[in-house]
Each structure stands twice: as structure tokens, then as C-alpha cells.
């Protein structure tokens, strides 16, 4: 039996433009609604529209201070500070309201899980993972994933587990939760000496009540779907099933592809695929089924992130798809008139997502952060970091 899946969307999502050439363009959203629609992926799916976040649920994250200059920047533009202006985070017209209406987006998917209509709930806009409580960075004005986070644990949650997947280091998530043992925050991503932000180093495990649940794994430039399987694998199983969140929340960027311009590793669509298959299964064995996924980066806007939250759609949806299907004409002809790049014609990059599973040996070139990990945060939680049975 399928499981109850509700999908948070409006197409006021589209209208969080920071600018025609920034990375983080809208587009991707259009296109990846567009393709599941055209798949059958949403077949008889009524979309939940969310309301804004209000302050009461913005302020469990950030600071009032900083929602008043995200609210009044557009007007007063010059010298704002917390991180507003720059080249990553541009101010715009409407940033408020847009910031808000995805962090609202993931609360009502949250809302969704906790109230009992759903056991899983998507907010593909969401996963703005970088913002920090007083200031936006990395693209991301209000951080959804804490927001959505906190918003669960004033409902008496006492074990959410966060798990992100996303090239950059989860780092304002991790913050927001570092001493707080409630919340298991765990972040696979580029090694923090070769992307920004320059943290994620596996021996950031959380502060005071928090140390142990603060969890990192760093992975070196080039790794692709064999070697990035073989992390996860060897690091977050364990942890969930010693963990046992009630809700497991994922924040699902799509920029560790080949493919994409902002970062370097060399996974491919069917590694995304396979990796949401894990992520789903990780749910419903340590989670009671309880999963809240959210989107994130990816910048490669017609090629990847399309085709990539498709198959996240689908696998929330159990409406798998197979990785030879075609795309569909339509939604060529539509992204053709956003781009002249090449467009893919099959849902899959005919790559093998097969690995081979952590042992305990030195045999990979991930072997190291895994073993890194492992030895910095099990013996919090009664596992044996050598002993890859645990």
C-alpha cells in the first residue's frame, strides 16, 4: 500500500528571482513541475498552497532584527548588513514575501506529517539551508529546513533527524540545532577545503547536550555515485536506526551532479535516483514512514535539476519511474524556449549506480571520511566505528 503523500505548491514559488543570471533561477521549479506533470507523476495530486510563514514561526529561527532588513532592504538597500547585498544574496523586491512563502511552504508540509493527513510531505522550493539566524547566505534568506524543523519540535517532537544530501555543507541548519540533541542533523558534501562554506569537517559533532548529534562527512572532489553510495551507506544507517527520529526531514540538492557549474563532484542522475530510493527506505524503517523532503541547490537548471526532482517526486509518490523513460515532446518544446543548451531525452544518464558497500577496508577513496566520521561521532551513540556491522 502506497504511502500518503502530500505535495506543498503554488506557483508564487516561482517569483523568488533574485536576478535573470542567478544561479538560483526559478526555472528549475517550472521545468521540474512541468516534466512531473507530463510524466503523470502528479496524477490526481491537489497540491497544498501554503501561507507565508508569520513571525511567530520565522522567529523560532531568526532573529527579529534580521526579518526587519530582509522586510525593509528593497527600500533602503544601502549598508543593510546580515549578509544582504551581495553578490550571493541580492535584494530584491518582494524578498520578504517570497522568503516567507517558502518557509511557510515547508511548515504546511510539516503540518501535513504532524496532523496526521500524510506520512510524507514535499516542498520542492524549500531547503534553503544556508540562512543563518541573523543573516542570509548562500542564496538563502530564511532557512524553510529550520524553520519546518522548529515549528515540529513546539508540536512535542523529541527526535527529528535531517539529513542532507546537497554538494554544500548544511550549515545553517547545523547551527541552528548544534547543542540541541533533539535534532540529528547529518550532512554528506564536497570536502569543506575545496567548496564553500568551509565547514563540515567531521569533527563538528554538536556542543554540550548536543555533542554526538551534530554529524558530518566530507567527501573529496570527483567522488561519484559508487563512491558517494558507499558513504552514506557505511555512515547513515546506523545512526538513523540508533537515533529512531519520529520524523526524518531531507534536504535533497541536486548539485552534486557531474554536470553542475558550482561545485565538483561527478554524480549522476541515476546516483540521485538511487539515493532518494535510500533515503525513502531510511523513512520507513527508522522513521515510522514520517519523511518532509525538501529541494536545495543544483544550478545545472535544464539538464539536471528537472529530471532529478522528477524522480524525487516520484519515489515521495511511490510512482517510481524507470530510468529509461523518454521525455515527454511537450516539455522539450517548452524548454527549448528557456534555453538553447542541449536537452536531455531519457530520464536516466545511462550510468550504473551499483557500489559496494563499506567493509571496514581502505579500498576507496572515501574510505577515509567515512572512517573519519564513524570514529568521531558512533561511540556517542554505542556503535563500534570499526565494526562495520554497526
Not at 558534501?189 to 569537517?201: A, E, M, S, V
Not at 524503517?285 to 529541494?295: D, E, I, N, Q, Y
Request: aromatic letters at 8%.
Amino acid at each position: 500500500m502506497s504511502a500518503r503523500t502530500s505535495v506543498v505548491w503554488t506557483p508564487e514559488f516561482l517569483t523568488y528571482q533574485l536576478s535573470d543570471d542567478h544561479p538560483l533561477n526559478p526555472v528549475r521549479l517550472e521545468l521540474m513541475m512541468e516534466l512531473s506533470r507530463g510524466l503523470g507523476v502528479l496524477d490526481g495530486v491537489d497540491p497544498v498552497v501554503p501561507d507565508p510563514a508569520g513571525e511567530v514561526d520565522l522567529t523560532r529561527v531568526h532573529t527579529p532584527g534580521f526579518q526587519t532588513a530582509v522586510k525593509s532592504a528593497p527600500e533602503a538597500p544601502f549598508g543593510v548588513g546580515h549578509g544582504l547585498g551581495t553578490a550571493d544574496n541580492p535584494i530584491f523586491f518582494g524578498m520578504h514575501e517570497a522568503s516567507a512563502l517558502i518557509a511557510g511552504g515547508s511548515v504546511a508540509a510539516a503540518r501535513e506529517i504532524a496532523e496526521g493527513r500524510a506520512d510524507r510531505a514535499v516542498n520542492m522550493a524549500g531547503g534553503l539551508h544556508h540562512a543563518m539566524r541573523d543573516r542570509a547566505a548562500g542564496f538563502c534568506v530564511y532557512n524553510d529546513c529550520s524553520v519546518a524543523i522548529a515549528w515540529l519540535l513546539e508540536q512535542g517532537y523529541e527526535r527529528i533527524a535531517y539529513v542532507d544530501v546537497d554538494v554544500h555543507h548544511g550549515d545553517g541548519v547545523q547551527d541552528c540545532f548544534y547543542d540541541d540533541p533533539r535534532v540529528l542533523t547529518i550532512s554528506l558534501h564536497q570536502h569543506p577545503l575545496t567548496l564553500w562554506p568551509g565547514t563540515g569537517w567531521a569533527g563538528e559533532i554538536g556542543r554540550g547536550a548536543g555533542e554526538g548529534y551534530a554529524v558530518n562527512v566530507s567527501l573529496p572532489p570527483g567522488t561519484g555515485d559508487a563512491g558517494w553510495l558507499r558513504a552514506f551507506h557505511g555512515v547513515v544507517p546506523s545512526l538513523l536506526e540508533s537515533f529512531r527520529p519520529q520524523v526524518l526531514v531531507t534536504e535533497c540538492g541536486a548539485d552534486t551532479h557531474s554536470e553542475d557549474p558550482l561545485a565538483n563532484l561527478e554524480l549522476s542522475v541515476d546516483g540521485h535516483r538511487a539515493i532518494y530510493h535510500a533515503l525513502r527506505e531510511m523513512a520507513e524503517t527508522t522513521a515510522s514512514g514520517k519523511w518532509l523532503v525538501l529541494g536545495g541547490g543544483g544550478y545545472a537548471l535544464y539538464r539536471v535539476v528537472p529530471r532529478s526532482w522528477t524522480h524525487l517526486m516520484a519515489v515521495a509518490l511511490d510512482r517510481d519511474l524507470d530510468p529509461d523513460t523518454s521525455i515527454p515532446a511537450d516539455w522539450t518544446a517548452l524548454a527549448a524556449t528557456r534555453t538553447r543548451s542541449p536537452l536531455p531525452v531519457s530520464m536516466s544518464d545511462g550510468a550504473d549506480p551499483a557500489f559496494e558497500r563499506w567493509g571496514g577496508s581502505f579500498g576507496e577513496r572515501v574510505d577515509s571520511a567515512i572512517l573519519e566520521t564513524r570514529r568521531a561521532v558512533f561511540p556517542l551513540h554505542g556503535l563500534d566505528p570499526d565494526d562495520p556491522r554497526d
